[in-house]
């Protein structure tokens, strides 16, 4: 893979022992600096990565580092090697196995990808004004799944939740079933599990090209060499640290599918929402007069679901409208609205049939939590169908007029 420059090595005792992996790997050319020389080598060299050996490493120069590295765009992947203790947000951790550091190019080379990608995104933005990258926080958007059982899991949980979004899962059968059904940002697996089952889990993903890039870390455990994924790592330690370590790993993978949704929205010329992957408000609107209209004229079923968050929790609201575009089928088509409600027009779709639908989706969205209580998403849910006579605008206010509870219905 070609770089778009050179790769920054840090480290105060001389050649770090991973520089020959990177040899090895043909990853070059690989420029020296010690950390009190690294922000000034970062701004002149201008690399495509940083790797920071972290043995003997001040942890003071290391977090001015990374505060440095993490306001450059396009984004330069920071790889901490054999660090201890919390790392900042943008800083990537990686273990050597046992001393050896054959993972490390498939990790960087995974952080280059993604490093393409905005450098994509930034330049097909320049030409679509029109169009522009969420500025906020990726990591704030991000969810993970957490799998494990025994004590430890709660403290887990919350240590996780007050970073994240978290769903949970006491076993791999229903792991697999929240990774079919909804965007996850990462997996971290907590005790509870043989070396066999967390063998065979392991071996699923990895031979899975839709999770084969997935952040996955391991909270128990050795690590085997023979999982080709770049970003499988472990982490012991406290419930806190784990969390912290995680996040750079999470924070990256959730960075690299906002910037997949701002490249299908630059495609569609603005007519979808690059937070949500919903369609535009203007969009909808549009689309929906000409959906009433059609199917007043040729006959048929058309339905909407309105799924109602509380205002203040707009994580719950972020959550289920990702969860509605990913789970939501290919001839319907949804929006946020102003209030924060996500509404859905299911085509072909009685009233009977929408409420199946509709409680569906409900029953996904329960089941991701957040914050430090675990607040999840349980969303109200009206269902209206399509009357004849009715406009656009008649079947939106009968709509909402009626809310329910999903969980009653």
């Known amino acids: 893979m070609s770089q778009q420059g050179p790769l920054l090595v840090v480290a105060d005792g001389g050649r770090p022992a991973f520089a020959a992996a990177l040899d090895q790997a043909q990853m070059f050319p690989l420029i020296e600096a010690s950390f009190a020389d690294a922000a000034r080598a970062v701004a002149q060299v201008q690399p495509s990565g940083v790797l920071a050996e972290m043995s003997g490493a001040d942890p003071a120069r290391f977090a001015a580092l990374a505060k440095e590295i993490g306001a450059c765009k396009p984004y330069l992947p920071l790889v901490a090697v054999n660090a201890e203790g919390a790392l900042p947000e943008n800083a990537i951790p990686f273990a050597a196995s046992d001393g050896k550091f054959d993972r490390l190019p498939l990790r960087l080379r995974a952080a280059l990808r993604i490093r393409a990608l905005h450098v994509t995104v930034l330049r097909r933005l320049r030409r679509e004004p029109a169009s522009q990258l969420p500025d906020t926080d990726p990591a704030k958007d991000a969810t993970v799944l957490l799998i494990g059982r025994g004590g430890a899991f709660p403290a887990l949980s919350v240590a996780l939740g007050e970073r994240m979004g978290v769903v949970g899962a006491f076993s791999i059968e229903a792991a697999a079933n929240h990774l079919n059904t909804r965007d996850l940002d990462g997996i971290v697996l907590g005790a509870g599990f043989s070396a066999r089952v967390t063998d065979a889990f392991l071996t699923v993903l990895a031979e899975d090209a839709r999770f ?105 609201q972020l959550d289920g409208a990702r969860i509605i575009s990913r789970l939501m089928r290919q001839m319907d088509f949804g929006a946020v609205q102003h209030d924060g409600s996500v509404i859905v027009v299911l085509a072909d779709t009685d009233l009977r049939d929408a409420h199946g639908i509709a409680r569906r989706l409900s029953s996904v969205m329960r089941h991701t939590a957040s914050g430090r209580r675990g607040e999840r998403s349980d969303p109200s849910m009206t269902v209206a169908t399509l009357m004849p006579g009715d406009t656009a605008s008649s079947l939106l206010a009968r709509l909402c007029d009626r809310p329910a509870r999903a969980a009653a219905l």
């Not at 969390?243 to 997949?260: D, K, M, S």
């Open 212 to 316: 084969r890039n997935l952040p996955v870390v391991l909270t128990t455990g050795e690590l085997a060499p023979t999982y080709a994924m770049p970003n499988l790592e472990i982490i012991r330690g406290e419930p806190a640290d784990i969390a912290a370590n995680a996040l750079p790993l999470v924070r990256q993978r959730a960075f690299e599918l906002q910037l997949g949704r701002t490249l299908r929205a630059i495609d569609a010329e603005g007519l979808l929402d690059p937070h949500t992957g919903l369609l535009a408000r203007s969009a909808f609107d549009r689309d929906l007069a000409n959906a009433v209209r059609q199917t007043l004229a040729d006959g048929g079923g058309l339905s909407v679901a309105r799924f109602g968050f509380d205002p203040p929790n707009s994580r719950a």
